[in-house]
């Protein structure tokens, strides 16, 4: 498969697989209600980032033997699984006067989100992902061979991380528009309890769903 043909069966399902409801998408949409757009956009600039752990380690051809080792998968869903509970708790016990608080008693909150925390959130929730080895494999099988030179591989993995960071963006800008935000804002800690709950049904789902 030359390098063309490869870009596009990774666009077409990176892209499906990026826009499936996920950790990473209630975490994304969360961030961005509660916090804006900045956060939501920083957010997304860490789940991108942790793209880049799942494609270090299948390009050294690790994905595979994760995929294919229950310890290691097991390991992975626990550590996963209690990562998206513990935001889910966080937006569980989201407060609601956070939400209808002047600007001057917002601020506050707002520096308590800094650029780095929302990245390491992003980044953690991606990261910890335990069905990411196997989902790499099989996007991999279709596309690596043993003769692709390294710039096809690295061109590959930039271009499913741009994927990553183009979707998000675009649910972030979405959530951001006026229109829409003051509608969620009307509702406001309600909006972080639902997502709170999702996440904690992820996070449970991961723990006790099997992977292969």
Known sequence: MDLIQGLIVITTIHFLAAAAPGPDFVLVS??????????????SLGITLGLSIHLIYSALGLAAIIANSSSALWAIK????????????????????????????????????????????????????????????????????PDLPLSHLLIYGAWIMAIQFIWFSSVVFLLSRPAVNRKFKAIGHWVDRVMGVAMIALGIKVITSKLN
């Not at 969360?30 to 957010?43: A, N």
């Not at 002047?102 to 909150?109: G, I, M, R, V």
């Not at 800094?114 to 996007?139: D, R």
């Open 78 to 145: 626990i550590i996963g699984g209690s990562y998206l509970m513990y935001l889910g708790y966080k937006g569980l016990t989201s407060k609601k006067t956070s939400k209808i608080a002047s600007n001057e008693t917002a601020q506050p909150e707002a520096k308590k989100n800094s650029p780095l925390k929302s990245i390491g959130s992003g980044f953690l929730c991606n990261a910890l992902n335990p069905k990411a080895p196997i989902y790499f494999v099989s996007l991999f099988t279709l596309v690596l061979s």
């Open 30 to 43: 969360q961030q961005t209600l509660s916090h804006g757009k900045k956060t939501g956009l920083f957010c």
